[in-house]
């Protein structure tokens, strides 16, 4: 009779997701119902009798199985909180990448190329570090429990992880190509044959980028 | 058993209250809970096992009540409630706002 109690529950929860709640649930329930059980058995009910009192006494599961997953009112908030956060550490980054060559381009045409590429090197560092800060700080995608979907989603988020790092690398090889460009352009003066570094850049990057998805 | 639906509709609102009541004298268990509800209305009222366990989840998240597991020399750990300092304060001022609730009517028809 147990077991017939025991096949009931897996019903019930067949389409729950398999999370620590709701097994704690299900085995909470498992008790409950089981006491039940013996009490009506106590009371003189037939075995099937009692049964069907305890099928009678479950109610609306679909609902309950829902509710008992999704976060509450704290963990909501707590995720809603590190999402800005973590937006506007990312537009700072990309402000200070966008914001980068302007430094060398200025300096440059007032004959410093060499400060303007240490502010650019330097707003390029602070902006990576943000990113990688960022990161770590919050990751892209975290569990919420332990089911397939959960799993899977973890994957996408990590391939997307990949995807970023290789767009961070892109973003960082750029400018220093810009910046070599005008730097070996204004000691040189070469400027009728330096256009070549952004073919050699290019060059490079799928080199880098060949062996890096290897 | 005619017009307990009705009867119990009025009854669910104060779903939480009656748990929270429950739990007042001692810490106690999802079944022995709904056990004490029946016992104390003759039979006519109990919880859904459903709704009893969303109202626990309500409760705890609020910080009305918390769980805890016993333990129990035989058999399997069962799931404990009890009541906070928080839970008991919303109980007493369910219960005045009830005897309000009361009277008002009482007097309306």
Same mark, same amino acid.
């Given at each position: ?109 007032? &004959?410093?190329?060499? +400060?303007?590429? =240490? $502010?650019?090197?330097? !707003? @390029?560092?602070?902006? /990576? ?41 892109? &973003?960082?090889?750029? +400018?220093?190509? =810009? $910046?070599?460009?005008? !730097? @070996?352009?204004?000691? /040189? ?26 | ?109």
């Amino acid at each position: 009779m147990e077991e017939k109690l025991r096949i009931y529950l897996e019903e019930l929860f067949a389409n729950a997701p398999k999370t620590k709640r709701t097994i704690e649930l299900r085995e909470e329930m498992y008790l409950n119902l089981k006491e039940r059980y013996e009490d009506l058995l106590k009371k003189g009910a037939t075995e099937d009798e009692a049964f069907e009192i305890v099928k009678r006494s479950v109610g609306d599961m679909d609902r309950l199985i829902l509710e008992i997953n999704e976060p509450g009112p704290a963990g909501k908030a707590e995720i809603e909180k590190n999402r800005r956060q973590s937006a506007k550490f990312k537009a700072i980054a990309v402000a200070m990448y966008i914001l980068s060559p302007v430094a060398i381009i200025l300096l440059g045409t007032m &004959g410093l190329p060499i +400060p303007g590429l =240490v $502010v650019m090197f330097a !707003l @390029i560092a602070g902006a /990576t570090s943000l990113l990688v800060y960022n990161n770590i700080m919050h990751p892209g995608y975290t569990k919420m429990d332990d089911t397939m979907v959960e799993e899977f989603r973890e994957w996408k988020a990590a391939s997307a992880a990949k995807q970023e790092k290789k767009n961070l690398y892109a &973003g960082i090889v750029w +400018p220093i190509i =810009v $910046v070599l460009y005008f !730097l @070996i352009s204004f000691t /040189t003066g070469a400027w009728y044959v330096t256009w070549v570094i952004f073919i050699l850049g290019a060059v490079v990057q799928k080199l880098v980028n060949a062996i890096l998805n290897k | 058993m005619t017009g307990l639906s009705i009867t119990s509709d009025l009854v669910r609102g104060h779903t939480e209250t009656i748990i929270l009541a429950q739990l007042m004298d001692k810490d106690s268990y999802g079944y022995e809970i709904n056990k004490s509800i029946q016992m104390r209305t003759d039979g006519q009222y109990e919880l859904k096992e459903a709704t009893l366990y969303s109202a626990f989840k309500r409760l705890e998240e609020a910080k009305m009540i918390e769980s805890y597991w016993g333990d129990e020399t035989t058999g399997a750990r069962r799931r404990y409630y009890r009541i906070t300092k928080l839970g008991k304060m919303l109980y007493e001022k369910s219960k005045e706002d009830w005897e309000e609730t009361k009277r008002l009517i009482d007097s309306l028809i």
